[in-house]
């Protein structure tokens, strides 16, 4: 078969628009595109966390703090941060007491006489894993990490099955009953982009939590992971956890 | 917090997947296993099971119909569930639950069933009239080609599409299992056995559930009993029960034996909130009693009627069991804490969109359809035929 001009033309021209629509409809097909900050460039940041155990005096300002800042329902049973306090007897590692009423909203009423065991307090929050069970699951890919390392939402994409609720190994998911679809912290990524910290970590009043940036050479996480003892939680799940906690007991589950 | 004891994550106190999604690999479990029942004569070549080759396939597809409505209803956003197909995201084993549905569905059921009732269509198109003659007309897609040449090649292509439909159905069940055997956070779930035992158990109940529509449909008939193909039928359940009850004890008796971090919840949780649906109703009454009553027809001589109501109430308790196993996986799955230091409680609402109302309207769909299905595609062609036959020459005399 030969070809003319005039079907070169014609095949030509048809590509061209089914590439122009294909290229025009890509933005709106695409799952999970993040906020867009001009001054902000995602490539250059890998975010992290540290908490430092034996900082957290379990007021739960941050708790507070993440449900105004996100909007998060003023309810039990919905948390995109919650504190969680362990009383371990000396020779019961296994069997940890742990309670976290309200998610620790309200602090937590003294419980535990001095001598008794160790108490103390453990933050907990999405560990936006680098291999994340959650992102793995989903299945029209409406949770996605983002370039700099944020596991994100896309709540226009979800379609509420809660797969990830169930693949999530540390709880950090939940639907919200507002929209039907999951919800889990963002490490405020809003904020974040704008250079600003989580809200969590602003209103800390002992420094507990920390944002880090793992690809600024400047950040004085890389100091702390050097020189200090750290733990992520569970890492037999060999999620890649990115919520580095200093001093975290091995009873912590 | 009511029904919650020890320790839960807070996010953790509702319950995630409801009895819809207990339906669900128990529905397609259904299909899977009815399908192979029919591959057993269409490939095997098993003559015995031959009188339930169609109602099989007709059962498989009733079931294979409503196999994604618990699903659907269950979504916190129904509408978007076409996502799943346009943008499936490659990572995830439930975005391929769709291309694994129509396929089977498309490529394997309705295609098979079309070229098994081609003829039968064909023949009821020409002594219909009116709207029925339109409908079969329609049904044979304009094909009325029946000589024994084209029905020889429809024969062939059946049996080719059967020999794809082994693997397809496996892969159908095997990969419900998977969506739940892959889940490493949860240990009630995480085991690569979870695939093979939910194949085993699928086999179970479909050729359980085709046994009794079968005998329950030739006794409304008020025909005649196919004491053979009856015998067949409970023969297989009995062996392929054997052999998922020893997958299922497998499971059990490595967990116990490893004893890993999450076995004393599980243990604790398969002793008090699971130990009446899993101990009492899916290892007693719906696998032990249902084995016995197999196993003795097996081993002592008995009349048919009394092999016959043994069938049933084995049949029965069979699909109670296995009902109950995909309950224990499903709901069993998320009555403990992944912090293994707790244990909350499923309460089952009655009218609520993933309530029981719901939940029974969706089991009882597949009989309704099942039901249109044998009107419009009679699965038991060869016995009227026969019956017309045996009325033709009595009209001559």
């Known amino acids: 078969m030969t070809t003319t001009r005039r079907d070169f033309l014609i095949a030509g021209g048809r590509l061209l628009v089914m590439t122009a629509a294909t290229q025009a409809a890509l933005p709106h097909v695409l799952a999970g595109t993040p906020e867009r900050v001009d001054t902000y460039t995602a490539a250059e940041h890998w975010w992290a966390m540290l908490i430092d155990i034996q900082k957290c005096i379990g007021c739960g300002t941050c708790v507070k703090a993440c449900k105004d800042e996100n909007g998060v329902l003023n309810e039990p049973y919905y948390f995109r941060t919650w504190v969680e306090r362990y009383h371990v007897k000396a020779t019961d590692a296994e069997h940890p007491i742990v309670d976290s009423p309200n998610g620790g909203y309200d602090g937590f009423p003294e419980a535990y006489a001095d001598g008794e065991g160790k108490t103390f307090f453990v933050p907990k929050l999405c560990n936006h894993c680098t291999d994340s069970p959650c992102t793995q699951v989903c299945p029209v890919g409406a949770t996605f990490t983002t370039a700099d390392g944020v596991v994100l939402v896309d709540k226009d994409y979800c379609v509420g099955c809660r797969y990830c609720v169930q693949a999530c190994p540390y709880g950090c998911r939940y639907i919200d009953p507002r929209t039907h679809t999951a919800d889990k912290c963002t490490l405020c990524y809003h904020r974040i982009t704008k250079g600003l910290l989580p809200a969590c970590v602003e209103v800390c009043p002992t420094g507990s939590r920390q944002l880090a940036d793992l690809k600024n050479p400047n950040d004085p996480i890389h100091e702390f992971l050097r020189t200090h003892p750290i733990q992520v939680l569970k890492p037999q799940m060999a999620t890649g956890s990115k919520i580095y906690y200093h001093a975290l007991d091995g009873s912590v589950r | ?397």
């Open chain 2, 1 to 397: 917090m009511p029904g919650v004891d020890g320790f839960m994550y807070p996010n953790e106190m509702e319950l995630q997947w409801s009895v819809l999604i207990v339906l669900y690999p128990f529905i397609t479990g259904l299909v899977a296993g009815a399908f192979i029942l029919a591959s057993l004569e269409r490939v095997f070549n098993v003559e015995a099971v031959k009188p339930t080759y169609r109602l099989a396939l007709l059962t498989a597809l009733a079931f294979m119909l409503v196999a994604p409505l618990p699903l659907q209803l269950h979504l916190g956003h129904p509408l978007r569930s076409y996502e799943m197909l346009l943008t499936p995201s490659p990572t995830s084993a439930m975005a391929m639950f769709g291309y694994v549905y129509l396929w089977y569905l498309m490529v394997v059921l309705v295609v098979e069933i079309w070229l098994d009732y081609r003829k039968d269509l064909v023949l009821a198109r020409r002594q219909a009239t009116g709207l029925t003659r339109a409908m079969y007309g329609v049904l044979t897609l304009g094909s009325d080609n029946i000589s024994p040449a084209s029905l020889r090649i429809d024969d062939r292509v059946g049996r080719i599409v059967t020999i794809i439909g082994i693997p397809s159905a496996f892969l159908l069940h095997g990969y419900v299992g998977f969506i739940f055997g892959s889940v490493k956070a949860n240990p009630w779930w995480s085991t690569p056995l979870m695939p093979i035992v939910f194949l085993f158990s699928a086999i179970v109940s479909g050729i359980a559930m085709v046994m009794l529509l079968y005998i329950v449909l030739t006794k409304l008939r008020r025909a005649p009993l196919d004491m053979r193909c009856v015998d067949t039928m409970a023969r297989y359940l009995f062996y392929a029960f054997l052999v998922d009850f020893s997958l299922e004890m497998l499971d059990l008796v490595h967990r116990i034996y490893e004893a890993d971090e999450s076995f004393r919840t599980l243990d604790f949780m398969l002793k008090t909130r699971l130990f009446m649906p899993h101990v009492v109703i899916q290892i007693i009454l719906g696998t032990l009693v249902p084995l016995t009553a197999l196993a003795l027809t097996q081993v002592v001589r008995l009349s048919a009627k009394v092999r016959t109501s043994l069938y049933v109430g084995a049949g029965l308790l069979t699909l109670v069991g296995i009902f109950a196993m995909r309950w224990n996986v499903v709901i069993g799955g998320q009555l403990f804490s992944k912090s293994f230091l707790g244990y909350t409680t499923y309460k089952l609402e009655f009218v609520h969109h993933e309530g029981l109302l719901p939940a029974i309207l969706v089991m009882l769909l597949p009989f309704a359809i099942l039901g249109v299905l044998i009107k419009v595609l009679p699965p038991w062609p060869t016995e009227t035929r026969q019956v017309e036959q045996e009325r033709a020459p009595a009209a001559h005399v």
